[in-house]
């Protein structure tokens, strides 16, 4: 019933005592706006990984074979005839192969050039990306016929065509360690990168077959297979589990043998992760809305005291005791309520502010292309510090509310 | 007729330290609708004691008090609240309006209280500030207003909520004699349009415009009567007269 007078009279008591009320909510500000600064972060973090998983495919699995005490490990061919026989669940697998090996154009050399041996698996034609998530700016990607003949052509990133090719690539060639490639494909390059040697732009795909003749070596220990959809990826799993056990006659050879994981396991390992960490820092920021509570609990029983006669005079008019603890306790939660509505926009601003500074930075550091980081709390974020400003104020406002509540009505009354 | 106030055999014992102090000793007083009584004593008389118990801001150590027929003296505090609420207008020496509200909402406050809604508590403060010849201050803060209108914002305070019984606690206390006199005309008039008041003072001069006096000295009544009777207005032996504000 006094609702709107008292949370008037708060509004008029803060206005009026402006240094006093800033000082009062400042706890709250910087509690609320630390939070609101993590949860968008946390949630810029979060939906990059999305992002990445995204396109990358959800539907992913990644198998990496240490061979343990065996001495083979499965050929391609194996891995080809498994997928076939699993048809249902496993739609492609390809070897990966980190390469180390010299390469050159003409007399220039470039040895921080990342080189991979894959198959034709590797490129998605019908999203237009690699599973590595790079797209094809021209050319062509390693075919099927190429893995078959071991075939001696490559794809390159940008830098390389930039670098060794001033940008016209198609149809000219390189050697690795000797072996004259021809460039068939040039990948798109990474916007938000600089072009350097070493990064995402300065690399080179051929086909693993050939990858594995100019090595010398015959094990692949690297595959990445794919699933007909993200909730078939754990059934891939599990058949790929299956027939390594078997291969390397084992009962579990996992971490021993091979190591299988989805893509969802490591976005989810990583969100995991950033769960925790953002729990960590959100606890810390909370001991700033703990402290920011009693700041509001001790200017109220300031308040309480300064204003003893006004509650002696409503007392004796006829307000009852839950008449004065609610204007007290309106008055804590509005003091509160407006913390935590400037500790929200200053969050939200400072968040902002951290995207344009890091953005490009935490992008980069991701190594992926065509991602944003967007620190945006969410709604539910918003709504939760308010809510929890107003809790704050409303918690610590109640004792003094109640003192003030208790008092006699004649003492207050008589009080100077 | 039932009486308004009917105190019986009241009293009210303090203990300061080793000390047993009877604030209140053995009083018996009725106050019938319509009267206009002056509490009178000096300084530790206990008058201040029966403002309380008649105001229902304390109660009684023991004995009873009927205010509209209704035994008040065991009541706890929120039912004692809701008397005052419904039942009393306080007029107090230094006004008591809060300095933060409006004339206006200052003369809400006990209609809030009494749930009254926004619209009619509104109408009903402004009909009260027009008794007392305000109306158009209600927007202005009571530190905008002289101590005498001051004053008269309290009043109109008081009859907002239409109560039983008015209770000035010197009222005139902190006026000059001319505005005090006003005040006191005022009391005079509120009680020729049929209202109950009871007038707390230590002054005499104050007492003698109520029509019947009470007076109290160390907690007891010794005079209980007209206010014309000169024995009204005689000083017991042994105490001082105060100093004197008005005339």
């Not at chain 1, 496993?90 to 090996?101: E, F, H, I």
């Not at chain 1, 809790?391 to 003192?403: D, E, Q, R």
């Not at chain 2, 007076?215 to 000083?235: E, F, N, T, W």
Request: glycine share 12%.
């Amino acid at each position: 019933m006094n609702f709107t007078q008292s949370f008037r009279l708060a509004i008029k008591s803060l206005t009026t005592s402006k240094m006093r009320a800033l000082l009062t909510m400042l706890g709250i500000i910087i509690g609320v706006g630390a939070v609101i600064v993590i949860l968008s972060l946390g949630n810029g973090l979060t939906g990059m990984v999305q992002q990445q998983v995204d396109k990358l495919g959800i539907n992913m699995i990644q198998a990496q074979f240490f061979g343990g005490t065996a001495d083979r490990l499965p050929d391609p061919e194996d891995m080809y005839d498994m997928v076939e026989a699993n048809a249902d669940i496993l739609t492609g697998v390809s070897p990966y192969l980190g390469v180390n090996a010299v390469v050159r154009h003409g007399s220039d050399k470039f040895d921080r050039t990342n080189l991979y041996g894959v198959s034709e698996i590797m490129y998605n034609a019908a999203t237009g990306y690699t599973i590595d998530g790079e797209q094809l700016a021209k050319g062509r990607f390693v075919s099927y016929m190429d893995v078959e003949r071991r075939a001696n052509i490559c794809i390159i990133g940008a830098y390389l065509e930039q670098e060794a090719f001033d940008g016209d690539a198609l149809g000219k060639q390189l050697s690795i360690n000797g072996r004259p490639l021809t460039v068939v494909g040039v990948l798109k390059r990474n916007a938000e990168l600089e072009m350097l040697p070493g990064s995402q732009d300065d690399q080179i795909y051929i086909p693993y077959t050939t990858a594995l003749e100019i090595m010398g070596s015959r094990w692949v220990n690297l595959y990445i297979f794919t699933s007909t959809s993200g909730e078939t990826a754990d059934a891939g799993k599990r058949i790929i589990e299956a027939y390594l056990n078997d291969f390397f006659r084992t009962d579990d050879g996992m971490w021993n043998y091979f190591y299988i994981t989805t893509m969802a396991e490591q976005a989810n390992q990583i969100n995991a992760m950033m769960g925790v960490a953002m729990g960590v820092l959100v606890a810390i920021a909370a001991i700033s809305l703990l402290v920011g509570g009693i700041g509001i609990m001790n200017i109220m029983l300031v308040s309480v005291t300064e204003r003893t006669r006004e509650i002696g005079v409503r007392k004796s008019l006829g307000a009852k005791r839950k008449d004065i603890r609610s204007q007290f306790v309106i008055e804590a939660g509005t003091t509160s309520a407006i913390g935590g509505l400037l500790g929200i926009g200053f969050g939200c601003l400072l968040a902002k502010l951290l995207e344009a500074l890091l953005g490009g930075m935490l992008v980069a550091s991701m190594g992926a292309s065509g991602i944003t980081f967007n620190a945006t709390p969410t709604m539910g974020a918003i709504m939760l510090s308010f809510g929890v400003s107003v809790g704050i104020g409303i918690l610590f406002g109640y004792l003094p509310a109640n003192k003030a509540a208790k008092l006699n009505p004649i003492d207050a009354l008589r009080y100077d | 007729m039932e009486h308004l106030i009917e105190l019986k055999n009241v009293y009210k014992i303090y203990q300061m330290g080793e000390e047993t102090v009877h604030a209140l000793d053995g009083v018996d007083l009725t106050i019938d609708q319509g009267e206009f009584v002056a509490i009178v004593g000096s300084s530790g008389s206990g008058k201040s004691t029966a403002m309380n118990i008649i105001g229902c801001l304390d109660v009684p150590t023991s004995g009873t008090y009927h205010l509209g027929g209704v035994d008040v003296s065991t009541m706890d505090d929120d039912q004692q609240a809701e008397i005052r609420n419904k039942m009393l207008g306080f007029i107090f020496q230094q006004y008591n309006l809060i300095p933060k509200l409006s004339v206006l909402e200052n003369v809400e406050l006990p209609l809030l209280y009494a749930g009254v809604d926004s619209g009619e508590r509104r109408e009903r403060a402004l009909a009260s500030l027009e008794r007392v010849g305000l109306r158009d201050k209600g927007k202005n803060l009571p530190s905008q207003l002289s101590g005498g209108q001051q004053q008269r914002v309290s009043i109109a305070r008081a009859l907002a909520g239409d109560p039983s019984l008015i209770l000035a606690d010197e009222p005139t206390g902190a006026l000059d004699s001319r505005t005090g006199r006003e005040v006191l005309k005022f009391l005079k008039q509120l009680h020729q349009e049929g209202n109950t008041v009871v007038l707390i003072t230590h002054d005499n001069s104050i007492a003698v415009k109520a029509e019947r006096i009470v007076r109290l000295q160390d907690g007891k009544i010794i005079y209980d009567g007209d206010s014309r009777d000169p024995r009204a207005v005689v000083q017991p032996h042994g105490e001082d007269e105060e100093e004197e504000v008005g005339a």
